[in-house]
């Protein structure tokens, strides 16, 4: 797993299962082949699906799909040729009897070829916390039970946590399931609090989960899909969802929007662009046979939630999750509670992941932005680093600080003029630590300005760069030069990234390769993504600098992709 | 025109065009002939729009379209039979200089068959209070102008309003324009304001206009077409909307979404369900050639703007406009400080509009909810009509106090036990003021509830019934002998509206006959939609009661449709 960008505990990654790629965030709409309302060819035509999930167990049960499923394999058999992930029926059997053991669905996954199988975990109803604890335990014991029975044939396994609306009982099933080899984690939102509009422990069950679990494994939401849970969710770090309420709701007639649920009966207009909306007037949906109706609802519905994942990624994009998450909270109290409730409890977790810096302006969207975690990381710097809580004039170049807008004062400034040497001083203080500037940035380096804008641009000592000020956010990117100075200014391992005592990959990052995840053998866990990090080799030489695209706490977690984007190394420049 | 649905300033209307018919809130994407980009075919088949604008200007400058449009009159040369609406160009040649005539310009729209014609009004460039002085001043004449050229040939007229951010012109531009019976009254909103985001201006010139232009006629906000505006200009009281944006962002490669513009560049996923944005890839989207692309972005910049206008239609059916303007706010700092502002300045004004309980409940979005008017109407009443700010237990049944969700209190209730007559007492005194409770009510009251939920049905005196309380919203709905009890109860005209002195209008009322707009002599001005209104005939005596569909300072301006639905008359029961 890559991630390949992050805004807030959001993330775009990619990965691969059996040689197909996936991108998360992800919805899997669930396919239920005996009773078929989408068919796998809409999926995949119609809404350019990569990925749908359906019942192994429900395949299972009847005889002759299960001969079907096991001689055609499962993609010929539902006639979807993506990645198929196939539920293991644990939620089925659970309101039934329990009728097949683990070593069944498990064989029978592998032997249909599922792209992604899931262990038969123990769901609890969520009714007490004896019987909650209990499905924790007993899914541990079905994990080791997984773990004796799986093949490696190449499929990719869902392992469950359980533990509800109980946090310690979250981080110990969290705890327990990491012991296996799972390649996705599954979060069970028990139906229940879902249903009773308990945002605020769905919330904080997946803020434990995303704490508790490796970085490195995609988290997955079970039966999550509803369009106004979908940008808080990912923003606290969930990556897939998978749900058939797209059908259930339409099967009930209700309409989904991004501001909640609407029955057919209260909707005066159809407030979509999706292709049964434009086509139909809310009369001829209402007078149309149910069979009908229920299919086109349900392709509204998988329109709706399909556009809120697109969106949400669009906003990690540039920047703005938090803001996004802040919105769709508006569309029920108990959601912008869970906000609340979120970055109250939380925030000091998220400021350790939340890039340094946006893409975009920090926006005010009402009360719940000065508890988010990158506003709060920035005040915080500001009284520990600056010793102050008045912005001085000069940081207004950074972001947030000279980036944001709002109706309220939310940053106040001084009004003293600061010359260019005390200005790249006070740069350094903010993102280094309280006394770094002068250190790093001794009273005879030199400062260019832009002949345009009149804004620094690079600091020079002795004729060699420095550094240099990153327009769009203020933030100081430093040479391999002031990379050493950095390493001695600041003790022990703060912003440092130390490699796997490898000849081959120092010398690579030496001449300026990126530092990817396996490199690493230990790494500041204080690093925020987007900071800078002082790469070293693992006798403490410093080899090279460059931009963290992981968070230090991530760093040994994330094997793939990219960790430190290498801008200066003592063999020479990547990016001059 | 006749209003459907309200809430907050918003409104749905019907009006009828040269006997066509028209739904407001009505967005009309402006077609430029001499340079399409969505042709009008395509307007009225892929967009099912009924009513489009172009721009006689334009059609009237060049001889060849002038010549075709007057022998094949407007709708045949666009090829759109829907309702064309035609400016008058006095922008355009705002920008260059003056060549056509207000004459030649109104006998053009004339003659070629427009359906809604604009005078040739007076733009300002908003550069300072003199030259909008000057547009306000010069815009009144050619409204007197306008008034002695233009020939009563069922063409609609649009009035323009000038005055722009300067509170007082735009009064005083209302003041003199409402001398002219214009059919339409439309907004000059100066783009400079647009441009600079300066929303609380663009707001108040709104909240102005609505205050002092009839409210029976539309209001048309001139050239503002995006998303993230529509919402608040709706609850505000705007109308009618035109625009070309989308077809111009579009050339310039902008993606409009409701939260706000996007580059081109900048987006790297469509987070939009649209027939443009499901069948194309960002990336093809780009590579494709400049012609094609303009077209596939303003046809998706049209849907999202349709959308908005289906999604604010909806709201106001639901009755949570307020929420949806307090949503979108949150798409920009400038467009929630305009929230703020209009509720803190007018929301008083709002007050008087805003319908007395409404469909749902309503839903805390942030600070902006305890200025709402709905909210504040009622915090207001309990402290005037029952003295006391910690609300009663017993009201509860009402709207919003039983019917609100909020993660903060935003309403104390105390704890006393309230027996079934001191409840509907109270209900009554929180309805029509201090004290009328008891008077309506005396102590030989009999008060059913439902066996099944418990709740207050109905109250009876004497085995007659003299009120019903409603399930949906709390609220008393009085039968004809309870409200002579009122109108004895309450002095002057308060809760009162008083029909022409017309014996056939009485009689028709006196036997449960709605009370239509022109039936009413006087009303109430405190009136608030949906309260009970008592009817009068015009020498004092009580007819029948009902609710309000209007307001008591719209009533007198609103002549068509139904002003007082009534529920009980002296002549019987309509609604039993």
């Known amino acids: 797993m890559e991630i390949r960008e992050r805004d807030a505990g959001g993330r775009i990654c990619r990965l691969n299962v059996k040689g197909k790629r996936l991108t998360t965030p992800l919805f899997l709409p669930v396919y239920n082949p005996s009773k078929p309302i989408i068919t796998p060819r809409e999926f995949k035509e119609e809404f350019k699906l990569e990925a749908i999930m359906t019942n192994a167990y429900i395949i299972y049960r009847n005889l002759e799909s299960r001969r079907r499923a096991i001689s055609e394999g499962i993609h010929r058999f539902l006639g979807f040729d993506g990645i198929v992930f196939t539920d293991s029926g644990a939620y089925q059997m659970f309101r039934g009897k329990l009728d097949v053991s683990q070593e069944e669905i498990v064989r029978f996954q592998e032997s249909i070829g599922s792209d992604v ?65 799972f390649d996705i984690y599954a979060v069970g939102v028990p ?6 509009y308990r945002f605020t422990e769905i919330a904080s069950q997946g803020v434990v989960a995303v704490r508790n679990l490796p970085a490195g494994k995609p988290r997955h939401a079970f039966g999550i899909g509803h369009p106004i849970a979908i940008p808080l969710l990912i923003a606290i770090g969930y990556d897939i969802f998978d749900s058939a309420s797209y059908a259930l709701y339409a099967e009930d007639d209700r309409y989904m929007t991004e501001y909640g ?79 609340y409730s979120t970055l109250v409890r939380y925030g000091r977790y998220y400021e350790r992941l939340d890039p340094i810096a946006k893409r975009s302006a920090l926006l005010y969207t009402g009360c719940e932005t000065v508890l988010r975690p990158d506003y709060r990381r920035a005040v915080r710097r500001l009284e520990a680093r600056l010793k102050t809580s008045i912005a001085p004039r000069a940081l207004r170049v950074m972001w947030p600080f000279g980036q944001h807008e709002s109706p309220v004062e939310i940053f106040r400034f001084d009004d003293r003029d600061y010359d260019d040497l005390e200005t ?97 053998l230990e790494a500041d866990p204080l690093i925020v993504p987007g900071e ?45």
């Not at 123990?122 to 019987?131: A, L, M, Y």
């Not at 139906?191 to 009773?196: G, M, V």
């Not at 207009?269 to 049964?276: A, D, M, Q």
């Not at 931009?547 to 984007?565: F, H, P, Q, R, Y």
């Open 191 to 196: 139906p229940r609090l879902w249903k009773e």
């Open 261 to 339: 649920t609407k029955k057919l009966d209260r909707l005066e207009y159809l407030p979509c662009s999706c292709s049964v909306c434009r086509n139909l007037s809310i009369e001829e949906l209402r007078c149309m046979d149910r069979g009908e109706r229920v299919k086109l609802l349900a392709k509204h519905n998988l329109y709706a939630i399909l556009r809120e994942v697109e969106l949400t990624k669009q906003a990690i994009h540039e920047g703005k999750l938090w803001e996004l998450a802040a919105i769709r909270a508006r569309s029920h109290p108990a959601l912008l509670k869970a906000l």
């Open 117 to 181: 199988g899931v262990m038969l975990d123990v769901p609890s109803k969520h009714e007490n916390r004896i019987e909650v604890y209990e499905s924790v335990l007993a899914t541990a014991r079905r994990a080791k039970e997984w773990y004796t029975i799986r093949r490696g044939n190449g499929i990719a396994w869902e392992g469950a946590i359980q533990g509800g609306g109980y946090e310690d009982l979250v981080e110990l099933s969290c705890r327990y399931m990491s012991r296996y080899p």
């Open 532 to 576: 800078v990090a002082v790469v070293l080799s693992s006798r403490g030489k410093v080899l090279a600098v460059g931009e963290a695209l992981l968070s230090g706490i991530e760093m040994g977690d994330i094997n793939k992709g990219v960790a430190v984007k290498i801008r200066d190394s003592v063999g020479g420049s990547s990016h001059a």
């Open 424 to 520: 790249v001083r006070m740069l350094a203080d903010y993102q280094f630590g309280y006394g770094v500037g002068i250190k790093l940035f001794p009273d005879n380096c030199t400062v260019e300005k832009s002949r345009r804008t009149g804004r620094i641009r690079r600091i020079w000592l002795e004729g060699k760069l420095l550094a240099t000020v990153r327009p769009r956010d203020g933030f100081l990117l430093l040479q391999i030069s002031a990379a050493i100075r950095l390493a001695e200014a600041i003790p022990g391992r703060r912003y440092k990234v130390r490699l796997i005592p490898s000849s081959k990959v120092e010398e690579r990052v030496a001449i300026g390769g990126d530092v990817l995840g396996w490199y690493i």
